[in-house]
């Protein structure tokens, strides 16, 4: 991935190195999608998402902007007074979801546990600083909350075919966000023998990993609904 120094284009004068930018602003970090923060920009925020990758091709929208940088140096461009009303996060999985068990303790042993915690630390430490007015992480089940409990408690658990995508795909959030999202209910389809298409998805690409983590559009819009920037 890039710095933030080469692509931290994101407007505005400087606070203390920082940029001061209009708002209200939605941060999307560990995204390279916008999949997520898309109905924020379709009511006039301003996204910004953060990742070491750039953003997928074709995936870049009217509203959005793409900071290809570590989530950890976020903080030198993007300042508290910048008024970032909503956080959207979703860390990567691979070190926490239930489907890798088999691994964990591999994982332990060389570090990578260690890393992957210390990441999620540093990401709600940096939410800590910007105040925004909601904030959700997102993650797969497994062990993320046991490993880091200062995430604090399943806000909400959901599957996109909760909210009108038929597929299944069991999810959690933490954070601080009104959970009380319409739901759309609908059958998911079972595509293979595991049953949703995402199962289907094997290998450890980062094509692969986007694919498998980016969140449903009827989960976005509900989500957006729910929390709105202002």
Known sequence: GGSAGANSGVGGGAQDGAFVIPGPIVLALFDRSGAWPRPYADVGARVITVDLLPALPGTLYSGREHMECDVREVGKWIAPACGVAIVLAAPPCDHFAGSGAQYWAEKDVDGRTAEAVALVRDTLGLIRSLRPRAWALENPVGRLRKL???????????????????????????????????????????????????????????????????????????????????
């Open 148 to 230: 880091v409990p200062e995430v604090g408690p399943v806000r909400l658990q959901w599957d996109p075919c909760d909210y009108g995508d038929p597929y299944t795909k069991r999810t959690q959030l933490f954070g601080n966000f009104n959970a009380a999202l319409t739901r759309s209910p609908v059958e998911p389809e079972r595509s293979c023998s595991q049953g949703s298409w995402l199962m289907r998805l094997g290998g450890k690409s980062e094509k692969t990993k986007t694919l498998r983590s980016t969140p449903p559009s009827g989960f976005a819009r509900a989500f957006c609904s729910a929390n709105p920037p202002d």
